[in-house]
């Protein structure tokens, strides 16, 4: 799969989308039919291991995303493949770890690869119900070892007039190199998506200091959903006791969307972050 490198970034540059409602005005078209609703999920998999790599539980991870029924996963620090843990680790799933999460539940599905060493490379993943008819990767690493990615996928959704865009983040953990990734979103948001096209963002964004909330609401109309519905962020670091919210699910012409609260068990020992998810209307 090729990545795409992001263009130098003036920090002091600014794109700004034309206003729009958080929540879309009904017209007769919409009135006349419900609105699709669709379940999003999303979770940084930390490569399948449980906190501080204690143990392989990829096969455990696995049977808790399917639990959740949902239509779209976003998936964070997913391994593509890697020489060593396959000879360390007796259940070490040797295929890409996203083939093996979507398995037969999921049809489609896009993989970004953002960190490349010499034993293998991990990134960002989306797994779908439904046909994607497009997915570019972007590199948004800005300088130094760290390597970041964007995946957005274009799908295909019966009753679904135009494509629906979702797009898997994870960015970094430096705010200086977080303010310029959320610019590049925006700027994909608003220059390459069309401006009535639903639009799903999830991911970790490492946003400890959350910064991210105003920069894409005046950036991209991006609105976050648990702050739309709780007045703040899900906290979902660290699993087992949530204290920061880097995780984040935002949306761009919803109708409506309504959190979805999962129990802690057994996702608290499955990675070092909680997972969010999310119905939202389209």
Known sequence: MLLFPSDSLDPSHSSRCKPAPLLAAPDMAAESAAPLSIKVLTVNIHKGFTF???KFI???LRDAVRSVGADLVFLQEVTGAHLKHAKKFDNYQDSPHYEY???SI???F???????YSNGHHGNAILSKYPIVRFENRDISITGPERRGMLHCELQIPGQIGN?????????LLETHRTQQMQMLCDLVCQEIPASAPVVVAGD???WRRRAHKQLARGAN???????????????????????QLDRIYVRNAHDHMPIVLPSQPWSHLSDHAPLAAEIRL
Do not use: K
Request: with cysteine; charged share 15%.
């Open 52 to 54: 501080f790599n204690r």
């Open 58 to 60: 990829l096969s455990e």
């Open 101 to 103: 999460l979507a398995d």
């Open 106 to 108: 999921w049809s489609q």
């Open 110 to 116: 896009a993989y970004g690869r953002n960190a490349v």
């Open 164 to 172: 629906v865009h979702a797009i898997c983040v994870h960015l970094g």
């Open 205 to 207: 964004f490492n946003d």
């Open 222 to 244: 991006l609105h976050e959903v648990f702050v739309h519905a709780n007045g703040h962020a899900a906290r979902t670091f660290p699993a087992r006791l949530p204290m920061l």
